[in-house]
């Protein structure tokens, strides 16, 4: 008999363990800088105008919700510092104003009733004059709709402007047909003005300049005096009348607007902004005044 041959028992293998690798997480770079200390806001100096909007509600709230005899005085006695404090303020105010004319309202425009008239006389023949010679130079284009319930309160008040002031208006009829009031029977179809201008809605109004210039005076329904108002600005703005003549149609005395512009090219040229002191502020302003 054959012998069977034995078989030999294997190990069985060892598991080699693999060691995880640690997952490795970018590192921030350290700030050479410090962080900056918090600052703290600074109490506003005692019984300034800043200490008194912190401080007189809470004072008078104490007093009320707590009326004793000393909560109540404290409130009473700030709140008649804060009274003495304005009333020094407009003393000086009154002071400043009647030494410096330039201050002064009623040089700018008189404040009695006989004065105030006197100013818009002069301003309103100053405009007549200027808006007359105005017309020589541009006329109005009107724009309406027979079907407008406004076109013809409109075309009254461009009839009055060419009655009295020399204007001459050219009424576009964006339907082909006239005015239902029979104002300016004589008028034109709109044959692509109305797009080419950009008419919103009617009536409107562009004031015309002999150059071919077409600029808007307004849409809607505009009063008399409002239209010649806007003729002049219009005309100042395209160069028809200068800023001088604009000027003197306006109801004032004096007319220094532009200070701020000229006070702020100084102060531009010198590389000043911000607060300025008030002593070097007033130096500036009497440089850009001329005074």
Request: hydrophobic share 35%; net charge neutral; charged share 25%.
């Amino acid at each position: 008999m054959a012998k069977k041959k034995s078989k030999k028992k294997t190990k069985p293998k060892e598991k080699t363990e693999v060691a995880e690798k640690p997952v490795e997480t970018m590192k921030q770079p350290e700030s050479d800088t410090i962080p900056a200390p918090v600052q703290t806001a600074q109490p506003p100096k005692n019984f300034s105008i800043q200490w008194f909007r912190e401080n007189v509600n809470k004072y008078r709230d104490r007093a009320i919700d707590n009326p004793t005899p000393e909560n109540v005085s404290a409130f009473l006695y700030v709140q008649k510092m804060a009274l003495d404090k304005s009333h020094k303020f407009a003393n000086t105010w009154e002071k400043v104003v009647l030494s410096n004319p330039e201050l002064d309202a009623n040089s700018r425009r008189p404040l009695a009733s006989g004065g105030s008239f006197a100013v818009d006389s002069r301003a309103k023949a100053n405009k007549q004059a200027t808006l007359k010679n105005l017309s020589a130079d541009a006329g109005i284009w009107f724009f309406y709709s027979s079907e407008s319930p406004y076109a013809a309160q409109q075309a009254e008040v461009l009839f009055a402007l060419s009655k009295q002031l020399g204007f001459s208006v050219l009424p576009i009829s964006l339907d082909g047909l006239p005015l239902p009031s029979g104002r300016f029977p004589e008028f034109v179809e709109d044959k692509g003005q109305a797009k080419v201008v950009g008419v919103q809605q009617v009536p409107a109004t562009y004031m015309v300049a002999g150059d071919g210039t077409i600029k808007p005076l307004g849409e809607g329904v505009i009063s008399y005096n409002d239209m010649q108002e806007r003729l002049l600005v219009v005309a100042q703005i395209n160069g028809l009348i200068t800023e001088e003549e604009y000027q003197q149609a306006q109801p004032l005395l004096s007319n220094n607007l532009d200070l701020p512009q000229k006070l702020s090219t100084s102060l531009e040229e010198k590389g000043r902004s911000g607060f300025i002191e008030p002593a070097e502020l007033l130096e500036h302003i009497e440089k850009a005044s001329g005074l």
